[in-house]
């Protein structure tokens, strides 16, 4: 059971360039998030879903796009990376009150 | 705004016991959860609390007072392994979006 996978875990993008972040849970879980972390900080939501085909706006949305085609995946897009968006991302799902969380993917933006 | 207040750091001596306070001020609230997270890795699931009162679960318990938007979770028996950052986050709506605090360093001492 591999339980949420992020792919990849590093990333190194030039200002400007467009990449997509991948999630996928195998938990059958309708809930998906994508979060980013920032040293000294707590998570921030991008974006979430609450179903298949379903997205929503999160705290820091701006710069971000996703897709939630299928019910295992959860995509987010980069559609011109800025070096503000350098960061920790991770996904999550969850049914409930626990969330499970990806390993995480270390973007630098130069 | 939503904001959540916890310590930045704490220590603390293996074998003793430690508390991590979180106040919170949220829009909504549905629930206090409480993640770990080591250097490197996901944040995991500990706890949560959706009533007042006390969690126990092991060696970890937490507390939640919802007159006094506050809540901490007691470490008991600490060991090295504990070592790590704990977020308080808050479940302010249905769709189970949380709101995380800035986490607080635990370390442990010899």
């Known amino acids: 059971n591999a339980g949420v996978t992020q792919t990849p875990k590093f990333r190194v993008l030039k200002t400007g360039q467009s990449m997509t972040l991948l999630c996928a849970q195998d938990?059958?879980?309708?809930?998906m998030y994508w979060y980013r972390q920032d040293p000294g900080m707590g998570l921030r939501l991008i974006h979430y879903?609450?179903?298949?085909?379903?997205?929503a706006k999160g705290e820091v949305p701006d710069g971000y796009n996703v897709s939630r085609l299928k019910k295992q995946n959860f995509l987010l897009g980069l559609e011109s990376a800025a070096p503000s968006q350098t960061s920790v991302y991770f996904c999550?799902?969850?049914?409930?009150?626990?969330?499970?969380f990806g390993q995480g993917t270390r973007l630098t933006v130069v | 705004g939503q904001s959540l207040e916890q310590p930045s750091e704490v220590t603390a001596v293996e074998g003793a016991i430690v508390q991590i306070n979180c106040t919170y001020q949220?829009?909504?609230?549905?629930?206090l959860s409480w993640y770990q997270q080591h250097d490197g890795g996901a944040p995991t699931f500990l706890s949560y609390?959706?009533l007042d009162g006390l969690e126990e679960t092991g060696r970890f318990s937490s507390f939640l007072s919802r007159s006094d938007s506050y809540g901490y979770l007691l470490l008991q028996e600490l060991q090295m392994k504990d070592s790590a950052s704990y977020f308080c986050?808050?479940?302010?709506?249905?769709?189970?979006?949380?709101?995380w605090g800035a986490g607080t360093k635990l370390i442990i001492k010899p």
């Open positions: 999550a799902s969850s049914k409930g009150i626990e969330a499970f």
């Open positions: 938990m059958n879980h309708e809930y």
């Open positions: 879903s609450v179903g298949e085909g379903t997205t």
């Open positions: 949220t829009s909504g609230f549905y629930g």
């Open positions: 609390n959706a």
């Open positions: 986050a808050v479940k302010t709506d249905s769709n189970y979006q949380l709101i």
